[in-house]
């Protein structure tokens, strides 16, 4: 199966994405996590994320597409987090799957409202002290959501692919409504 989980920073989608790839036995790819991965390692991709990641905004298509492509096609399905985040990036999934004939199963978007996603958004900076968790920045990174990424929401929404859940709640619940958007009925 190949899904997209969907929904604004603090929504919930590495949390539940890594559960639900691990629940179905395929890979997440999360292209928040392979960023930071290269940032970490000090790579010349890393280099050229970092300066746009610290300020909230977006990793350009270009860099982003090139780094996850070749992954979009691989195995038995996947769990996509965090792409597509732009309208460009959409059309490229699209290309890569019709051009490899496989189908995009499910996209799941999660909703949460502003004021939930920036109170989590401050818990987690207070525990993880992730870099992009500062105020600024986490205000930029919700105008960019609206901005850049809900459109892709409507490019799905249109095209009658998109199941809405609800993002609120305990993690353990908003799984089983994950779940049961992907496979039809709740699982254990
Ligand atoms: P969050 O959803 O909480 O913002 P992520 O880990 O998904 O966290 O992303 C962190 C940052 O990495 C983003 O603010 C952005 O700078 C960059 N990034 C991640 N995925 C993409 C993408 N598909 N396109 C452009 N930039 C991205």
């Known amino acids: 199966m190949r899904i997209v989980i969907f929904g604004p920073p603090g929504a919930g989608k590495g949390t539940q994405g890594v559960r639900l790839a691990n629940a179905l036995n395929i890979s997440h790819l999360a292209t928040g996590d392979m960023l930071r991965t290269e940032v970490a390692a000090g790579s010349e991709l890393g280099k050229q ?12 298509d270009d860099v982003i597409i090139g780094m996850i492509q070749s992954h ?8 996509l987090d965090g792409f597509p985040r732009t309208l460009a990036q ?4 699209d290309e890569a799957l019709a051009g490899a004939g496989l189908p995009l199963d499910r996209s799941v978007y999660f909703k949460v409202d502003r004021k939930e996603l920036v109170k989590r958004l401050l818990n987690r900076a207070a525990e993880q002290g992730r870099s992009d968790d500062t105020p600024e ?7 960019v959501y609206e901005e850049q990424t809900a459109p892709v929401l409507e490019y799905y929404g249109a095209a009658g692919k998109i199941i809405e859940i609800d993002g609120t709640g305990h993690p353990d619940d908003v799984f089983q409504r994950l779940l049961f958007a992907v496979n039809g009925e709740p699982e254990a």
Do not use: C, K
């Open 49 to 60: 994320a970092g300066q746009f990641m610290d300020r909230g905004d977006l990793v350009p």
């Open 72 to 79: 979009l096609t691989e195995g038995e399905g996947m769990v």
């Open 90 to 93: 959409a059309s490229a999934l």
């Open 137 to 143: 920045t986490i205000n930029r990174r919700m105008d």
